[in-house]
């Protein structure tokens, strides 16, 4: 059965705080929605979509991933898990910076919360087009080449450059079953932005593909380009965690496509 994304009409706060508009209930079963009125079939905004949502989620991840490829641009991602208290059981954040062909990259990766590593809670790689450089921030700082098996500095294509993030896309996308769709607008060069919104999800996808054991609610936000290009993901749910009630939060963010200048740290004139 085809699962089916639909557009938000209202851009929502739902990385670290909750949503404006009530969430939609997360169900385990695959109802039948009649979905409200949308935009025209001729104005379908890409591949895996349909004027009332995602028909296809890895459709649209690899059309996403088409669109980006030797193309640059700079990628935020957040993800946060919870307790109701507010104490961050983990949080990441990564920055990342690619240029067209990848072999030169800049990713900052920071960790807090109770499981953060204790000795590398703020990390950034550099890739300079020949080898990978990393720093370390703790309570001293360490600069170094990354190195392989064989003690030889890797190139930028074994590094952790990965800005499609298509895996991430494919989970949070995957358990959405219904949605609504609204054309958000046009850039002035005739480029169309939708807003897509879930109003229906899937618990036990969403939970198979996120850190807890059960799903209660969850709200799937996103906002897609006619040309392919995801310019943004939010996801908010609450769970169970070892009995525990959890928020789960999870944005990502692309932007400058094709316009992205990867800038050298001061740091690495030490390395």
């Known amino acids: ?53 995602i028909e296809d989620p890895e459709a649209v991840v690899d059309a996403h991933a088409r669109a980006l490829r030797d193309r640059s641009v700079a990628v935020t991602v957040e993800r946060s898990l919870s307790y109701a208290n507010g104490t961050d059981r983990t949080y990441t954040r990564v920055v990342e910076h690619a240029a067209a062909n990848r072999s030169r990259y800049r990713i900052s990766v920071t960790h807090r919360g109770l499981l953060a590593p204790p000795d590398g809670r703020r990390v950034t790689y550099f890739a300079d087009g020949t080898r990978v450089l990393k720093a370390v921030v703790t309570d001293d700082a360490r600069y170094r080449v990354v190195r392989g098996p064989d003690d030889a500095p890797i190139r930028p294509a ?54 807890v054991e059960t799903v209660r609610r969850a709200h799937v936000e996103t906002v897609v380009t006619d040309r392919g290009v995801v310019r943004r993901v939010r996801l908010r749910y609450v769970g169970t965690l070892d009995g525990r009630r959890v928020v789960g939060t999870q944005r990502i963010v692309y932007e400058d496509v094709g316009n992205t200048t990867v800038r050298r740290p001061a740091w690495t004139t030490v390395v």
């Not at 079963?29 to 001729?42: E, G, K, L, Q």
């Open 1 to 53: 059965m085809s699962r089916r994304l639909a557009v938000l009409a209202v851009a929502l706060a739902l990385v670290v705080a909750g949503c404006t508009a009530s969430a939609p209930t997360a169900s385990t079963d695959s109802p039948t929605v009649t979905p409200a009125p949308v935009p025209t079939p001729d104005s379908v905004p890409g591949p895996g979509l349909s004027p009332v949502g």
């Open 158 to 211: 074994e590094g952790p450059v990965a800005p499609v993030h298509a895996a991430a896309l494919t989970d949070i996308f995957a358990p959405v079953e219904s949605t609504r769709v609204e054309l958000a607008g046009r850039s002035p060069d005739g480029v169309g932005r939708y807003r897509l919104t879930a109003t229906e999800v899937n618990a036990s996808v969403l939970a198979r593909n996120q850190p």
